[in-house]
């Protein structure tokens, strides 16, 4: 009981600040539905950037519609040894993984939901600040389809839209319909050049 006088209200100082990812795209290969190990293919000078980043206080959190498992590629738990397999690719561990099971035209009934986790919607990204105590105004969403930037604008993230190859893709499919896309803080080739423009405008 006394732990509760002890315990220090939130304070917005005590929140950190993070970098949201999207997956495909951004550190790896967009190679479409990704299902087995010999699709990964990590994209140039990633794992680097992402050590700048986290050594500059940054916590590295994956954001990813995963419509594999509502295809029934793939089971939620499958989704989550590819991850292990992404992560020792790069040589490091993520602070959070956070995946969007579902999709509007599931294969798979259960996942065939309106759900607030898929991008473009901030449902993941509001779920991870919580969990990690993340202060998203100060934090940035990098992503290379215009529902990640439309998810980072969102849930008060500042969005950087890499253009890594599927950046003019037909859009994903939502159950709703999109507006015109925000303007991302930054545009630029990749992770490594987001991460010079983030140091930058922190
Ligand atoms: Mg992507
Ligand atoms: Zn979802």
């Not at 215009?146 to 604008?153: N, R």
């Not at 500042?158 to 930054?186: K, N, S, Y």
């Amino acid at each position: 009981m006394d732990d509760y006088v002890s315990q220090p209200n939130p304070h917005p100082s005590d929140l950190r600040p993070a970098i949201f990812l999207d997956r495909d795209g951004v550190l790896i290969e967009d190679a479409g539905l990704v299902t087995k190990l010999d699709e990964i293919h990590i994209l140039p000078n990633v794992s680097e950037t992402l050590e700048k980043l986290h050594q500059a206080g940054y916590i590295l959190i994956i954001i990813s519609n995963q419509a594999v498992v509502a295809r029934g590629l793939l089971t939620e738990s499958q989704v989550m040894e590819l991850e292990q397999a992404v992560e020792d690719r790069l040589g490091m561990r993520m602070d959070g993984f956070y995946f969007c099971p579902h999709h509007p035209q599931a294969t798979l009934i259960e996942y065939r939901v309106a759900c607030e986790c898929r991008k473009p919607r901030p449902g993941l990204i509001f779920q991870a600040a919580g969990e990690l105590r993340i202060d998203r105004s100060r934090s940035f969403m990098v992503g290379d389809r215009p529902t990640d930037i439309l998810a980072g604008t969102r849930a008060g993230c500042r969005t950087i839209w890499v253009h890594t190859g599927q950046h003019f893709a037909a859009p994903i499919q939502t159950d709703e319909e999109l507006g015109a896309m925000p303007v991302p803080d930054c545009v630029c080739s990749g992770l490594p050049e987001a991460a010079t423009w983030i140091l930058e405008h922190r």
